[in-house]
């Protein structure tokens, strides 16, 4: 049996940069569940009187690079925080690798996901190349809920795949219904007491909650899939719902 272990390592500095300049771009934000600007402004408070409307990228990336970029270098240096996230998850992974098999019903086919550690508004995660991002700073519980969080999104769509074996890589990602349900999905599946011995942070994104379809909230709707048919059939449920209602919950706005 293959159980996948979790390398913890320093997000390279240079991407981190290029990254937040990506997320600095206001067309970046637009149609998505999540305001970047805002939020890479309240990870980095002191961008707040930095940066000016229709700067270039260039000039946001020159205004990282003097504000932001020691920030990064001290963290980056900091040898002791990796080590304490690869500590503090060697103790559950195996339990937490093979209960997600259980719930999803399928087995790991890789060896090593790696989680690397820098400073984003979010957290990024790539589904082929089995990599996510924590911010350097999380406390016990949030390193848990990240990574049981991205972690679920990597077998879940292992199981994606032999449900719907024509897939295209690019469902993975934004705009595509099928990430929108990954993410909903979430809740119905790790949001119980199994995972809650670890962490409170196994929540969806805030918007699935108040998405109502004939009075009844989409999570509760995934809820009652998950637990009463097998999860094979709970995930073509919720993606023939997806795709019914998919500009209603594409075109959800707070």
Request: proline share 5%; hydrophobic share 35%; with cysteine.
């Amino acid at each position: 049996m293959m159980i996948p272990r979790v390398k913890f390592e320093n997000f390279d500095i240079e991407e981190n940069m290029k990254q937040l300049v990506w997320y600095l771009n206001p067309e970046n934000s637009k149609n998505r569940p999540h305001d970047f600007v805002h939020l890479t402004l309240q990870l980095f408070p002191e961008l707040n009187d930095k940066l000016r409307e229709n700067m270039s990228m260039e000039e946001i990336y020159m205004t990282l690079d003097k504000r932001i970029r020691p920030i990064l270098e001290k963290n980056h240096n900091d040898s002791e925080y990796c080590l304490k996230c690869q500590s503090i998850w060697d103790q559950v992974n195996d339990n937490v690798m093979t209960s997600l098999e259980k719930i999803l019903d399928t087995k790991w086919d890789c060896k090593l996901v790696t989680c690397e550690i820098g400073l984003l508004p979010v957290c990024p995660r790539d589904i082929v190349e089995k990599v996510f991002l924590i911010n350097y700073g999380c406390d016990k519980k949030e390193i848990m809920g990240i990574a049981i969080h991205e972690l679920c999104h990597f077998i879940y769509f292992k199981k994606w795949i032999e449900i719907f074996p024509n897939y295209k890589e690019e469902e993975f990602n934004f705009p595509h219904i099928a990430w929108y349900l990954s993410e909903a999905m979430i809740d119905p599946l790790i949001n119980n007491d199994h995972f809650k011995k670890y962490t409170d942070d196994l929540l969806s994104y805030p918007m699935f909650y108040k998405i109502f379809i004939e009075k009844e909230s989409i999570i509760d709707i995934l809820r009652g899939y998950v637990k009463n048919y097998p999860i094979h059939e709970a995930i073509k449920k919720g993606y023939e719902l997806f795709l019914k209602y998919q500009d209603k919950i594409k075109g959800y706005q707070e």
